[in-house]
């Protein structure tokens, strides 16, 4: 299991998301923005904006995914 923040995400705050892929952590930030920006916190309003404008761009997309995997995978386990 690894532990990667909102902030190292990309979002505004610390919040830390634990899972045993990359995959996993990317969704559970994914639903961490949206029920932020649901609930009406402003401070991630930006950083969901920019998940929502990324998958609209592949490249842009891949390059972030692909990243944030390499980051996931150099980790060390909790």
């Known amino acids: 299991m690894k532990t990667m923040t909102c902030r190292d995400l990309g979002g505004p705050c610390d919040l830390a998301h634990r899972a045993d892929t990359a995959d996993e952590i990317i969704k559970a930030q994914d639903r961490h ?9 402003a401070t991630h309003q930006e950083a ?3 998940m929502k404008a990324r998958w609209r761009h592949p490249k842009k997309s891949m390059a972030w995914y692909t990243g944030t995997k390499q980051t996931f995978a150099a980790l060390a386990d909790d």
Do not use: F, H, T, Y
Request: net charge neutral; no cysteine.
């Open 33 to 41: 923005l949206k029920e932020a920006e649901k609930s009406g916190d």
């Open 48 to 50: 969901r904006q920019a």
